[in-house]
T-cell receptor
């Protein structure tokens, strides 16, 4: 099935550093979603983006809907140990109509060294 | 507000056994879905439902059945468990904001088939 290209696959950083990850697609998307999954838990929605160019923050997290509508970025500022987890991007392609199926990236695994 | 509730949290089955994974949501969402998550493969859609009485296949439906008799419940049935079905299963319920969608996940069921 269709998948989003999410990078990097994994990151190991020092506490206090900033983090950037991104998701790209070959086709246009109408919605971009960013999720975080902690060990033993289900994915939790962090940020939802609905408009090209939109920049949305949630605390230390900031995500952007790319102008081309084919990519999205997630930044985490001043990382802390509890940021550890897997971050997933997901999106809904243009032309999906009533189809609510999401397309998923494979995730970015983040480890933070205190 | 419970959100999406999955039971059981853990399960071990013998090859050939059948079982039902339960999923319930209390958000009055029309759209529900089942995913499986395997290492390195992200989230793969098994089955989904756009409303009571309506279900459809996702990306990896073989070996699984679903039904949707009420808006709240969306059980997943394994007809004859196989070791390849060892995985973590997530149920999701989707908030539909017109053409925008946001999926909310349960905590997962960790299934081992021996």
């Amino acid at each position: 099935g269709q998948q989003l290209n999410q990078s990097p696959q994994s990151m190991f950083i020092q506490e206090g550093e900033d983090v950037s990850m991104n998701c790209t697609s070959s086709s246009i998307f109408n919605t971009w979603l960013w999720y975080k999954q902690e060990p033993g838990e289900g994915p939790v929605l962090l940020i939802a983006l609905y408009k090209a160019g939109e920049l949305t923050s949630n605390g230390r997290l900031t995500a952007q809907f790319g102008i081309t509508r084919k990519d999205s970025f997630l930044n985490i500022s001043a990382s802390i140990p509890s940021d550890v987890g897997i971050y997933f991007c997901a999106g809904r392609p243009r032309g999906a109509g009533n189809n609510r199926k999401l397309i998923w990236g494979l995730g970015t695994s983040l480890a933070v060294n205190p | 507000n419970a959100g999406v509730t999955q039971t059981p949290k853990f399960q071990v089955l013998k090859t050939g056994q059948s079982m039902t994974l339960q999923c319930a949501q209390d958000m009055n969402h029309e759209y529900m879905s089942w995913y499986r998550q395997d290492p390195g493969m992200g989230l793969r859609l098994i089955h989904y439902s756009v409303g009571a009485g309506i279900t459809d296949q996702g990306e990896v439906p073989n070996g699984y059945n679903v039904s949707r008799s009420t808006t709240e419940d969306f059980p997943l049935r394994l007809l004859s468990a196989a070791p390849s079905q060892t995985s973590v299963y997530f149920c999701a319920s989707t908030r539909d904001l017109g053409w925008n969608t946001e999926a909310f996940f349960g905590q997962g069921t960790r299934l081992t088939v021996v």
